[in-house]
């Protein structure tokens, strides 16, 4: 009898273990590979929007940093005015 034939209706405790073990194996890759399909694709329909918020996230990321840096050259600023100094420490 063909295997495919043999394999069709059998549960997998009928089947000797290392045909049921590759059955298995074979299903979880066919799940996994239409599982990533779709993952994909939706990716592909989604990349605009998703390029546009990566680039949103850049751009909040990089104005904080700016931010930051901008208070902490206003904190130098105030120091170096309460000290009276009259030229910054990198000058």
Do not use: C
Request: hydrophobic share 35%; net charge positive.
């Amino acid at each position: 009898m063909e295997q495919a034939a043999r394999t069709k209706n059998m549960t997998h405790a009928a089947l000797p273990r290392s045909e049921a073990f590759h059955l298995r194996l074979e299903a979880q890759a066919r799940a996994r590979n239409e599982r990533q399909r779709g993952i994909i694709g939706l990716r592909f329909r989604q990349r605009s929007t998703s390029v546009s918020l990566l680039l949103d996230n850049q751009r909040s990321l990089f104005n904080h940093r700016e931010l930051k840096l901008k208070t902490a050259e206003e904190r130098i600023y105030k120091t170096m005015k309460r000290h009276k100094l009259k030229s910054g420490p990198f000058r």
